[in-house]
């Protein structure tokens, strides 16, 4: 019996979610991507071109927003 990996979820305030170990995501729609870096991030806001992974586009939000 293999020992099960451990997957962490880290939340990044006005950002995305940081994901640590996962071997695949899975999107709404049902697609698997698989992931292939220790550390990927998951976006939250939508606003991304690269769903499910976050572009730095939750950025623009924030300046839209203090302006
Ligand atoms: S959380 Fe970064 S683009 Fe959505």
Do not use: K, N, Q
Request: glycine letters at 8%.
């Amino acid at each position: 019996m293999t020992t099960p990996r451990r997957v962490t979820v880290t939340e990044c305030p006005g950002g995305p979610l940081l994901i640590r170990g996962a071997d695949e995501v899975v999107g709404i729609d049902g697609t698997a991507a698989p992931v292939e870096r220790a550390v990927v991030a998951l976006c939250r806001c939508g606003r991304s071109d690269r769903l499910p992974w976050c572009d730095d586009s939750h950025r623009d939000r924030r300046r839209r927003r203090t302006s």
